[in-house]
């Protein structure tokens, strides 16, 4: 493995688009780089986003990546990771209650 130096630590692995967030459009951004990649050009990620883009560390950014960072997503949208700080919450509970009651 290359070591780098990581200035950008604040943000997780998988962030590759650096908002914070770890969803779709990482995904779609580590397609676009890999298909970039494919066709010779520059993958227009800085090295730091090669890195958290390059999900399984195999030195390489290419659609398995994007599959797992993809997968990653999912599971932090479903609540299955520990940090999710998801702001999609159901609003509708109040309602229920009371006729519950
Ligand atoms: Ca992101
Ligand atoms: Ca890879």
């Given at each position: 493995m290359t070591s780098l130096n990581l200035s950008?630590?604040?943000?997780?692995?998988?962030d590759v688009t650096e908002d914070n967030k770890v969803n779709a459009l990482d995904a779609a951004r580590v397609l676009t780089a890999s298909a970039n990649i494919g066709s010779g050009?520059?993958?227009?990620?800085t090295d730091a986003q090669f890195l958290r883009a390059d999900y399984n560390q195999d030195g390489n950014v290419n659609a398995s990546d994007a599959s797992g960072i993809l997968v990653f997503s999912a599971e932090q949208g479903a609540g299955l990771?520990?940090?999710?700080?998801?702001?999609?919450?159901?609003?509708?509970q109040d309602d229920d209650d009371f006729w519950v009651k």
């Open positions: 950008a630590e604040e943000y997780a692995l998988e050009q520059d993958s227009g990620l990771t520990e940090n999710s700080d998801s702001p999609v919450e159901e609003t509708q």
